[in-house]
């Protein structure tokens, strides 16, 4: 059984950072996909980053001010969020993608951004 855990969200003010974490558990992970998603209210979901190996993919509107890793030996994903504005206010979701059409999802955390 997979179990994504989040963690790090909270409240900060614009122009600060928050680091959030994600710990995957019930299998090995080093060879799959993982990423970032977020859901603002009343929008869709939408992608963040990702990482797969040692390559990385952005949003456009978080290049320059956030950066994906990883940690394969504690099978966690770090989402390093710098230079926040109010528009990255929403509930941030770890993501696994197995690539065999098998995803799995975290239970989000709340991230808000105060002007």
């Known amino acids: 059984q997979v179990h994504l855990v989040e963690s790090g969200g909270g409240l900060v003010q614009a122009g600060g950072s928050l680091r959030l974490s994600c710990a995957a558990s019930?299998?090995?992970?080093?060879?799959?996909?993982m990423g970032w998603y977020r859901q603002a209210p009343g929008k869709e979901r939408e992608f963040v980053a990702k990482?797969?190996?040692?390559?990385?993919y952005y949003a456009d509107s978080v290049k320059g001010r956030f950066t994906i890793s990883r940690d394969n030996a504690k099978n966690t994903v770090y989402l390093q969020m710098n230079s926040l504005k109010p528009e990255d206010t929403a509930i941030y979701y770890c993501?696994?993608?197995?690539?065999?059409?098998?995803?799995?999802w975290g239970q989000g955390t709340q991230v808000t951004v105060s002007s």
């Open positions: 990482m797969r190996w040692t390559f990385t």
């Open positions: 993501n696994v993608d197995t690539g065999a059409g098998v995803d799995y």
């Open positions: 019930g299998r090995t992970f080093s060879s799959y996909t």
